[in-house]
């Protein structure tokens, strides 16, 4: 598998919220990387664009943000359905907790959009649009806002389980660019040996998994733990059947996941919990 940056020098800078941007482009790539299953190429590329009488979008530059590949393309009737939330063609144990619904919600937010080409047989590319700021705005705006917008109190330690790998080590990075410590392990056994050794202030545990689920796993902790806050992350259809098997006070996010969601989750468990024990 090849991977190639195309990257415009002299870009425009855009308003988006830098660790959401983050996880959208590291899904993008990921999806990108399973379409061609290390057989071909993965090109990232960005350059500044000018849309004039676009249905979605307001008149102006733009800054798009490309990720394309070589693999057999998507067709038509699915391409269509992409952007469709909790839309996926992938099993329900698979995927990496960001879905192209919540991938074009970074490009809204940032003022634009987001769009797919597709050629069966021939690749496709996933595009972001960006809203370019004027350069006023540019002059404002360079070096005031902070990378990490979620500010946590003190060094709170995140207990993250989920085996798939490359979910796990982009998850823990995130968590860590918000200012968490972080311990990342591959399953439930792992998980509560980890936890004997030293407790953590909440744990975000992926369901389906080999051995210890992590219905099973917030489980044993209720019993064990009760006041370790349980962060719960399914892809399965029948969330709110499943969330009825979990212990009350169980925070369960339906995948695809917004990492900005899982943040927020966090911190408020966190939070509470500290009351709790006051």
Known sequence: ?????????????????????????????????????????????T????????????????????????????????AARAFEPFFTTKPESK???????????????????????????KGMAVSLFLKALTPQAQSSASG????????????CRILLIDDDAHVRDALAELLRDAHYGVEAVAGGLAALQAIDRTVPDAVVTDQAMQGVSGV????VLSETHPRLPVIFMTGYNDADTLKAGLPTGTALLRKPVLFADLAQAVQAAIESASVVSR
Request: charged share 20%; with cysteine; net charge negative.
């Open 216 to 219: 099973l796993l917030a489980r």
């Open 95 to 121: 995927g990496t907790g960001l879905g192209l619904s919540q991938v074009k919600g970074v490009a809204i937010r940032a003022g634009g959009t987001a769009r797919i080409r597709s050629q069966i047989g």
């Open 1 to 45: 598998m090849q991977l190639a940056f195309r990257l415009e020098s002299e870009g425009s800078m855009t308003m988006a919220n830098a660790t959401q941007l983050e996880a959208a482009l590291l899904n993008l790539v990921i999806n990108a990387r399973d379409a061609v299953a290390g057989r071909g190429a993965i090109e990232v590329h």
């Open 47 to 78: 350059r500044v664009v000018q849309m004039h009488g676009d249905a979605e979008l307001e008149d102006g530059r733009y800054v798009e943000l490309c990720v394309s590949d070589t693999g057999p393309g998507m067709p038509p009737e699915i």
């Open 144 to 155: 005031d806002a902070p990378n990490a917008p979620y500010a946590t109190t003190g060094h």
